[in-house]
């Protein structure tokens, strides 16, 4: 198995409290690294976009904006973890460990949320396109 497969798809190993707050914050720098990435990668491609003609103007976004969502991702993460311990219990272990499914779930929901302002600022600009060419 490639090191992203075992990382994303992990053997089964024993789910007790201690056991899953540590599997989730092994994690937690990975996930950090990907979304920060992304999230940075989104930001320098609204700033470009915004700021093509026709009609550019150059929308900046406050760094107090980028720490907030930073901050809300990492208290969004510790979801992860209480949810695969609230399944436990509640199943009593009868269920195969819910961590890495949750995991995927997570770092996916993440993605799409760090890179929507993306999808918005190219939309924006294909209005601006249409506006021009319609006058």
């Known amino acids: 198995m490639t090191r992203l497969a075992e990382f994303l798809f992990p053997a089964p190993a024993r789910r007790d409290l201690g056991s899953i707050l540590r599997w989730w914050e092994r994690r937690r720098p990975a996930y950090n690294l990907i979304v920060?990435?992304?999230g940075l990668l989104?930001?320098?491609?609204?700033?470009?976009?915004?700021?093509?003609?026709?009609?550019?103007h150059g929308l900046g976004l406050p760094a107090a904006v980028v720490l907030v969502v930073g901050v809300l991702a990492n208290v969004c993460y510790f979801?992860?973890?209480?949810?695969?311990?609230a399944i436990q219990r509640l199943?009593?272990?009868?269920?195969?460990p819910t961590g890495p499914a949750l995991?995927?779930?997570g770092l996916t929901f993440s993605?799409?949320?760090v890179l929507l302002p993306t999808l918005v600022g190219g939309l924006e600009w294909g209005?601006?396109?249409?506006?021009?060419?319609?006058?």
Do not use: C
């Not at 979801?79 to 311990?85: Q, R, V």
């Open 36 to 38: 920060g990435t992304a």
């Open 42 to 56: 989104s930001i320098g491609t609204v700033s470009v976009v915004s700021a093509l003609p026709p009609g550019g």
């Open 79 to 85: 979801l992860g973890p209480a949810t695969e311990y």
């Open 91 to 96: 199943s009593r272990g009868t269920v195969l």
């Open 103 to 105: 995991y995927r779930m």
């Open 111 to 113: 993605l799409g949320l």
């Open 127 to 135: 209005f601006r396109v249409l506006r021009w060419i319609i006058g």
